[in-house]
């Protein structure tokens, strides 16, 4: 979760219900939801998906953020 607030992503929480989260960028990136408990660790393979997949980053510039 502390990945999507930094910049360059900036995304903030703009509605929460449980552990059921909606995140909005400040910098132009698409609206994800996200579903995990504060406390758990989420796996690298979600971290990947979510980056590439539903934000559209390039695999070189996931990993730089990382």
Do not use: C, W
């Not at 360059?8 to 909606?22: A, D, F, M, N, T």
């Amino acid at each position: 979760m502390a990945l999507l607030k930094r910049e360059p992503l900036g995304y903030e929480i703009v509605r929460q219900r449980g552990s059921h989260r909606k995140l909005r960028s400040r910098n132009g990136f698409p609206d994800i939801g996200f579903s995990f408990h504060s406390s758990a660790t989420v796996p690298p393979g979600l971290v990947r998906k979510v980056l590439v997949g539903e934000i559209g980053l390039s695999e070189d510039e996931a990993r730089s953020l990382l």
